[in-house]
C-alpha cells in the first residue's frame, strides 16, 4: 500500500482517487475550494465534476496543502494545466528531497512554451517528475470501464514505479520514456478536438471527422518529431488513442466547446456552457508559437486560433482548409 496525495479535487482527480483507493492505496485529496473538501468529506462524492462516483469513506479531503503532501509516497498533480505552475511553486516549501509527482494534466504554457513536466521541474527542481497520459475520460474511469494508459518517466525505474501503483485489472498501465512526445501529444490532440467539434457543430459528417483525426496526428507528429519526441509515441496511445477519443466522445470538453462554436457561440459562450477548463484554447496559442519556433506547418490548429481568436467564421475556416494548395499524403 503507497501513501498518495491527490492535489486536485476536479473529475480526474476525483477519477484517479476512486482508483487509486480501489487498489488499496491510502489517498489523500487536496483542493482550494473549501466547499469541495466538504462535499468529499461529508458525502464521499464530487456532486459537480464527477456525479455518481462514490469514493471510500478512507478517503478524506482538505484544503491544507502542507498535510496533503506530509509523508506521501507519491503526490498526483491534478489541477487544470493552466494552474500547474502556480499550485507547482506553492508545493515547493513542502517538497521533499526525491519526492515522486506524477503530473495528469494535459497542455503547453502559452508564454514559456514548456510542458507541464518541465514547469513541475522548474518549481520543484528536488522533485522525480513522471505524467501519465492516454485516452483515459473520467466518466468511465469512474465506472471501472476497462482502459489502457502510458506512465512516463525519465527512467524506466520510475515509469514502473507508476505503473505499479495505478495499474489495475481494468486500468491498463504501459511505460515510456518519451515523456515530451507524450505531453505534446496529449496538449495538441485538445485542439484538434476542438475542430473535430466545430465541424459536429456545422452539421459535418463521418468523413470529416475521419480526415480531420487522420490529418490532425499527422501535425502533431511533424511538431512533436521535430521537438525531439519519438515517432512511434504518436501512434500509441498518448498519440493517436487520445486523439481517437477526444475527437469521438461527447465526455471531452474540448469537443464539446468546440460544437458549441461550430453552431454559432462564441468562445467565451462556449467555454461558459461547459462549465470546466477548456483545455484546447489554452493550448491553441503555444500550439502556433511552437509551430514558428520549429517551423512545421499546421493548418488545422491554425484555423482553430483564427476561431477562437480572430473572429474567424467556422464555416471560412474549413473552406481554407479544402482549398489550400495540392498536397501529397
Request: proline share 3%; glycine share 10%; net charge negative.
Amino acid at each position: 500500500m503507497a501513501k498518495i496525495g491527490m492535489i486536485g479535487a476536479g473529475s480526474w482527480g476525483t477519477a484517479l482517487t476512486y482508483l487509486l483507493a480501489g487498489n488499496g492505496h491510502q489517498v489523500i485529496v487536496w483542493s482550494i475550494a473549501q466547499d469541495e473538501v466538504e462535499m468529499l468529506n461529508e458525502e464521499h462524492e464530487q456532486k459537480v465534476k464527477l456525479p455518481g462516483v462514490i469514493l471510500p469513506e478512507s478517503v478524506r479531503a482538505t484544503t491544507d496543502l502542507a498535510a496533503a503532501m506530509e509523508d506521501r509516497d507519491l503526490l498526483v498533480l491534478a489541477v487544470p494545466s493552466p494552474f500547474t505552475r502556480s499550485t507547482a511553486r506553492s508545493m515547493r516549501p513542502y517538497c521533499r528531497e526525491g519526492q515522486r509527482i506524477v503530473s495528469v494534466a494535459k497542455g503547453v504554457e502559452e508564454d514559456t512554451l514548456m510542458t507541464l513536466s518541465d514547469i513541475i521541474e522548474e518549481e520543484m527542481p528536488q522533485a522525480v517528475v513522471s505524467v501519465l497520459s492516454g485516452p483515459t475520460h473520467a466518466e468511465e474511469v469512474g465506472k471501472g470501464l476497462p482502459t489502457a494508459i502510458v506512465a512516463g518517466a525519465r527512467s524506466e525505474e520510475s515509469a514502473r514505479y507508476i505503473q505499479d501503483i495505478f495499474m489495475s485489472e481494468v486500468f491498463r498501465v504501459y511505460t515510456s520514456t518519451d515523456m515530451l512526445g507524450m505531453q505534446i501529444g496529449a496538449a495538441l490532440k485538445n485542439v484538434v478536438a476542438l475542430a473535430a467539434g466545430i465541424a459536429d457543430g456545422l452539421g459535418y459528417g463521418d468523413n470529416t471527422k475521419a480526415a480531420l483525426i487522420t490529418r490532425g496526428i499527422a501535425e502533431i507528429k511533424r511538431l512533436g518529431i521535430a521537438m525531439g519526441g519519438q515517432p512511434e509515441t504518436f501512434s500509441g496511445l498518448t498519440g493517436i488513442g487520445d486523439l481517437i477519443v477526444t475527437c469521438a466522445s461527447m465526455h471531452s470538453r474540448n469537443r464539446r466547446a468546440g460544437i458549441l462554436i461550430g453552431q454559432g457561440r462564441t468562445p467565451d459562450e462556449a467555454m461558459a456552457e461547459v462549465k470546466q477548463v477548456v483545455e484546447g484554447v489554452h493550448s491553441a496559442r503555444a500550439a502556433m508559437q511552437l509551430s514558428r519556433r520549429y517551423q512545421v506547418q499546421l493548418p488545422i490548429i491554425e484555423q482553430v486560433n483564427a476561431i477562437l481568436f480572430e473572429e474567424k467564421s467556422a464555416a471560412e475556416a474549413v473552406r481554407e482548409l479544402m482549398l489550400r494548395d495540392r498536397k501529397q499524403e
